[in-house]
Every structure is written in C-alpha cells, then in structure tokens.
C-alpha cells in the first residue's frame, strides 16, 4: 500500500471525530467553558490564599495539565464511545484497520483540540494571574505537551479496550480513569504527601514526571524525565497491542455485534 493509502488511515479516524465533534454542541463545553472554570477556580484560590509566585505556577501548570489530558483523552476513547452510542461498532472494524491506526489518527485531533485549549488557557493566565507559561522557552512547553498527550492516548486506549471487554458499562472509565489521575499523579500537591502505596502508584505513571519536569522551570526540583517517557513509550506499545487482542477477542466472543445491535 503506498503512503497516501496509510495516511488515509490515520487521518480518517480524525476526520470522524471532527465530523461529529463539529455538529454536538457540548463541543464548545469541552474547549472553551469547562478548561475555564477549571483554571479560574484555581487561580482565583491562589489570589485568595495570598500564595508566592512558585506556588502559583505550580497549581496552574496542574491545571492546565488537567485540562488537556481531559480534552485529549475523551478523543481518543471517543474512537469506540461514538460508534457504541450509535449502535456501529461493527461498521468501524469493517475497514482494515489496526488499532494503531484508530489510536494516532483520533489523538492528532484530541492534539489540535488540547492545542487550542492550551493557547487559550495560557493567554488567560497571564493577562489575570501574571503567569507567563513560556518563561522557561518553547522546547520545555512542547516536551511537557508531547507527555501529556502521549499519556491521554493511553488512557483513551484503556477505555475502548474496557469497551471491547466489559460494553456499555465500561464508558464510565472515560470520565473516572482522568480523576484517579488527578488524585495520584501530582496535579494539585507534591506526590510526596501520598501514602506510599499511592507514591508508588505516582511513580508508575508517566504524567508524574512530565509535570515534575515542567515545574522545575519554575521552582528548582529533581526530575527524572527519561524514566516518565519511557513509561509512556513503553504503555503505549503495550496498550496497542492489547487493543489488537481486544479487537480479536472482541470478534471471536460476538461483544462487537451485540454492542452494534
């Protein structure tokens, strides 16, 4: 198959969730609304707290992470949730296509989405709260972004493989998998405050060490970059290849038929 063939793959995937993303409404929710409250209610916390300039970049920077994990992630796992809400499933694996295929064409459109909500938080935040995001030079910004997005497609790839194992139930993780994030992964708060069972759970996801990374722009700490993106590499193979075996499984067992009737 020549280049412009695989290419079509990838960019097929994209083209579904903007057809779709473009005639919902609640789209205009996800950019703009949501990510705002969420940075205004932290910052806004910040100026009542009366807290230093270190403290506030690091809440803002775990906001914005947040933010574009949430935007990213929900157009990955939408690759499965759309066609299981339509009753379609079964139309989408008719094409030969992989799950690498699916995964990488609906993130480079979560990676349009998350830019722009990026761009827009960060003119925010610096025009109300005075924190210039790109104090510490453009290739921090895109490391720190290529990690965010890199872990939103894992969590979209847990969620449809959830989809081909468990059905309908399983659209719940879509919203709930970002939240246990936030809880262990150091959005809000130093890992360090966690219980060690929950530190060691920190340390297991990759989010943990690109917000690390990020912040030490700003506040002077240690950081372990290469161990957060070979994690993130390492996940997203492995979580490719169990989403091959979902889709064969899900074949062989009939799930796909019943999640299109």
């Known amino acids: 198959m020549n280049w412009r063939g695989k290419l079509n793959k990838y960019l097929a995937s994209a083209y579904k969730n903007w057809i779709i993303s473009r005639r919902n ?4 929710f996800e950019i703009f609304f949501w990510p705002m409250i969420s940075l205004l209610s932290i910052g806004l916390l910040t ?5 230093d300039e270190g403290m506030v970049s690091f809440l ?4 914005i992470a947040l933010t574009i994990l949430q935007v990213a992630q929900i157009d990955v796992a939408y690759v499965l949730l759309f066609d299981m809400w339509s009753k379609s499933i079964k139309n989408t694996f008719i094409a030969p296509v992989r799950s690498y295929h699916l995964v990488f064409g609906a993130l480079l459109f979560g990676i349009v989405r998350g830019s ?9 935040s610096h025009y109300l709260f005075g924190f210039n995001f790109l104090a510490g030079g453009l290739l921090p910004v ?9 872990v939103s ?8 493989i959830s989809i081909l194992t468990f059905g309908q139930k399983a659209d719940v993780a879509a919203w709930s998998l970002s939240g246990l994030i936030l809880l262990v992964s150091g959005i809000y708060y130093p890992v360090d405050v966690l219980p060690l069972p929950l530190q060691a759970a920190a340390r297991a996801i990759p989010l ?4 690390e990374y990020y912040r030490s722009v700003f506040i002077p700490e240690q950081h372990n970059l290469v161990l957060g ?32 009737e």
């Open 116 to 124: 722009v909500v990026f761009f827009i938080l960060v003119v925010v």
């Open 153 to 160: 497609a894992i969590i979209g790839i847990i969620v449809c």
């Open 60 to 63: 803002l920077v775990g906001a």
């Open 208 to 211: 943990t060490y690109f917000l």
């Open 47 to 51: 100026k009542f707290l009366k807290v």
């Open 25 to 28: 409404i609640f789209t205009i």
């Open 229 to 260: 993106a070979t994690l993130a590499g390492l996940y997203l193979v492995v979580g490719l290849i169990l989403f091959d075996r979902a889709i064969e499984r899900a074949r062989r067992t009939g799930i796909m038929l019943r999640l299109s």
């Open 142 to 150: 895109l490391i720190f972004l290529a990690g965010v997005f890199a």
